[in-house]
């Protein structure tokens, strides 16, 4: 693993006007040293960090030595969400923030490293969303754009789950436990559950296996993330929008100058394919270089952490 690293950011006004004194940004470094090989900017999702790669690395089927994304090759450059806690950095009140906010602090975090142009930015569900904001304010910012199981915009869906886990954090008695057990159920499908339970019980427990198994990723989550951390990923999640300073979303999609490869899952009940395809049919009638991969797998939202063959084939020539 490698070390934690901070670029301090000084008097930063978020989007709703607040002024926040100091905001450590924390990131991480893997592969080639800084401006030695191209650099491919991986976002985090909502329970994620910037340790990516090696031994506990939580995307390190995709990102290492060997690798699709080859650390051989490139530099991987992984940015913490401020207030997600791996750093130790918290901020009380979540809804200070939306997404753009964290987009211009990235951006900051690159200027300071004196990064004017990315191989790649990709990221997974809030990652992707975030990628999508980055390139909103920075159109010449990335030579690929790769957005996977996410889109431009929080949709009313995604916003109305969002909602219901904002009322689990601030009402319940056990609020990550309550939370993550819903959000399960947002991240799988309903295949995926009849393939993986079938009904099945478990007699100890007297119970359904799949309420064992919400149960069991409810206190896993408990047990490894801040209340404050996850309210602020959620507030995230909700207000994902490039849309949100611009009349006209057409004039954002026309000015961004990279490829835009869009990575959707077939099954994904959290940010849907057909919303990613609709994406993608506008794109294309503006002429912008874009491309469209489906993952077939009845994982739902989450087979981006689990189809890794498939994933490594659409990204392979990427990267090669």
């Given at each position: 693993?490698?070390?934690?690293?901070?670029?301090?950011?000084?008097?930063?006004?978020?989007?709703?006007?607040?002024?926040?004194?100091?905001?450590?940004?924390?990131?991480?470094?893997?592969?080639?040293?800084?401006?030695?090989?191209?650099?491919?900017?991986?976002?985090?999702?909502?329970?994620?960090?910037?340790?990516?790669?090696?031994?506990?690395?939580?995307?390190?089927?995709?990102?290492?030595?060997?690798?699709?994304?080859?650390?051989?090759?490139?530099?991987?450059?992984?940015?913490?969400?401020?207030?997600?806690?791996?750093?130790?950095?918290?901020?009380?009140?979540?809804k200070d923030f939306v997404t753009t906010d964290?987009?211009?602090?990235?951006?900051?975090?690159?200027?300071?490293?004196?990064?004017?142009?990315?191989?790649?930015?990709?990221?997974?569900?809030?990652?992707?969303?975030?990628?999508?904001?980055?390139?909103?304010?920075?159109?010449?910012?990335?030579?690929?754009?790769?957005?996977?199981?996410?889109?431009?915009?929080?949709?009313?869906?995604?916003?109305?789950?969002?909602?219901?886990?904002?009322?689990?954090?601030?009402?319940?008695?056990?609020?990550?436990?309550?939370?993550?057990?819903?959000?399960?159920?947002?991240?799988?499908?309903?295949?995926?559950?009849?393939?993986k339970f079938n009904r099945s019980t478990n007699?100890?427990?007297?119970?359904?296996?799949?309420?064992?198994?919400?149960?069991?990723?409810?206190?896993?989550?408990?047990?490894?993330?801040?209340?404050?951390?996850?309210?602020l990923m959620n507030q995230l999640l909700k207000?994902?929008?490039?849309?949100?300073?611009?009349?006209?979303?057409?004039?954002?999609?026309?000015?961004?100058?990279?490829?835009?490869?869009?990575?959707?899952?077939?099954?994904?009940?959290?940010?849907?394919?057909?919303?990613?395809?609709?994406?993608?049919?506008?794109?294309?009638?503006?002429?912008?270089?874009?491309?469209?991969?489906?993952?077939?797998?009845?994982?739902?939202?989450?087979?981006?952490?689990?189809?890794?063959?498939?994933?490594?084939?659409?990204?392979?020539?990427?990267?090669?």
């Amino acid at each position: 693993m490698s070390d934690l690293l901070y670029i301090p950011i000084k008097d930063y006004v978020t989007h709703n006007g607040s002024c926040i004194k100091t905001i450590n940004l924390s990131y991480q470094l893997f592969g080639n040293p800084l401006h030695t090989a191209p650099i491919v900017l991986v976002n985090h999702a909502l329970t994620g960090n910037s340790n990516v790669a090696g031994k506990d690395g939580w995307w390190s089927s995709l990102i290492g030595d060997d690798k699709v994304i080859n650390t051989k090759d490139f530099t991987v450059l992984v940015f913490n969400i401020p207030g997600n806690g791996y750093d130790g950095q918290l901020f009380n009140n979540y809804k200070d923030f939306v997404t753009t906010d964290i987009a211009k602090l990235f951006l900051q975090g690159l200027k300071h490293l004196k990064i004017e142009k990315l191989y790649a930015t990709i990221g997974a569900s809030l990652g992707g969303g975030l990628a999508w904001e980055m390139v909103a304010l920075q159109p010449n910012i990335t030579k690929y754009l790769i957005p996977i199981a996410a889109d431009w915009k929080s949709t009313d869906w995604l916003i109305a789950n969002c909602r219901i886990q904002e009322q689990f954090l601030e009402n319940s008695k056990q609020p990550i436990h309550d939370a993550r057990m819903h959000a399960m159920l947002c991240y799988r499908s309903p295949q995926s559950f009849k393939h993986k339970f079938n009904r099945s019980t478990n007699e100890d427990l007297q119970l359904f296996n799949v309420e064992s198994w919400l149960l069991h990723h409810g206190k896993k989550l408990q047990g490894r993330f801040q209340l404050s951390a996850y309210k602020l990923m959620n507030q995230l999640l909700k207000t994902i929008n490039i849309e949100r300073d611009n009349d006209d979303i057409t004039s954002v999609f026309k000015a961004i100058k990279g490829k835009i490869h869009l990575i959707t899952i077939d099954s994904d009940v959290f940010f849907t394919s057909d919303e990613t395809e609709e994406t993608y049919s506008t794109l294309k009638s503006l002429g912008v270089d874009v491309h469209l991969n489906i993952i077939e797998s009845y994982h739902g939202h989450d087979a981006f952490l689990i189809e890794y063959e498939k994933l490594n084939a659409i990204l392979k020539p990427i990267f090669s």
